[in-house]
């Protein structure tokens, strides 16, 4: 994944703006030969722009944002030379939404469900950044009644691998669970806004190498047939009854491996063009 650190160093402006400036000189000195100025230019202003971001094995510097900053600042361009440069930024932008859009679909071909784990911990950091996902999880209205019980003590997991007749029991094996409940007196899209935060949680497992799984919690019974799952979940863990339990994600280092999915074999006829 391209990743960008914040700030420009001075030999990141300095080498950038000798590449684009040469190449414009070229440009407009004339040394450049009528039929091939505009490609050299384009090519070179290239070669700066890929500097920057990271590309052909350097260092990543800066926004792509603060590289147009710094280009316009330092360069005075003719109308021919802006033209340009807006040519080949155009270009780098737009392989850049390419990329983007490339990780993103990545990333959700490979999530899948994993019910093995390792006995390795996960980090801070990494649940942390779980965490992180679910609570960036838009809500209605932006009312935000969904909360998170956050379960790593090995008595409580064990505890929890029998809310859920049959599909819990990884939990004896997960190194941590993520508790997802919603205040009912708060919002009445509970369900929609628990579920959003659900997938977001699990597509950065993903994307943090942890193995990971939804286990539904709201209308399913729990292993001893007496109690709901939710229930049964609410008398270990203490939420209050204004709290519905949504689901748990199981969270671990996998201890299996599962192919990505492939987009050939979507179930497209499952989609609709206008009306059904």
Sequence with gaps: MLR???????????????????????YESGVIQP????????DLFHVSADYILGRNGHNPLLDKLEIEA?????????????????????AVHKKEREEHMDELMNLMQRRR????????????????????????APSGRSLCPVEFIV?????????LAHARVGAAKMLEGAAAAIVVIADKDKSDTIIEDSSIAMMNMLLMATELGLGSCWIQGRMREAENKEQTTEAYVRDVLGFPENYQLEAMVALGHPAQERPAYDLKDLHYEKVHPDTF
């Design 113 to 136: 469900s994993i019910r093995r784990f390792t006995s390795e911990p996960i980090s801070k950091e990494d649940l942390d950044a779980v965490v992180q996902a679910g609570l960036l």
């Design 4 to 26: 960008k650190e914040r700030g420009l160093s001075q030999k990141a402006v300095a080498d950038t703006i000798v590449i684009t400036r040469t190449a414009y000189n070229k």
């Design 151 to 159: 379960v790593q003590d090995r008595i409580l997991l064990d505890k």
């Design 35 to 42: 039929v091939r100025k505009l490609k050299e230019l384009s």
């Design 70 to 90: 710094q280009i316009r600042k330092y360069l005075d361009l003719s109308e021919g030379g802006r033209n340009i440069v807006d040519i080949t930024l155009d």
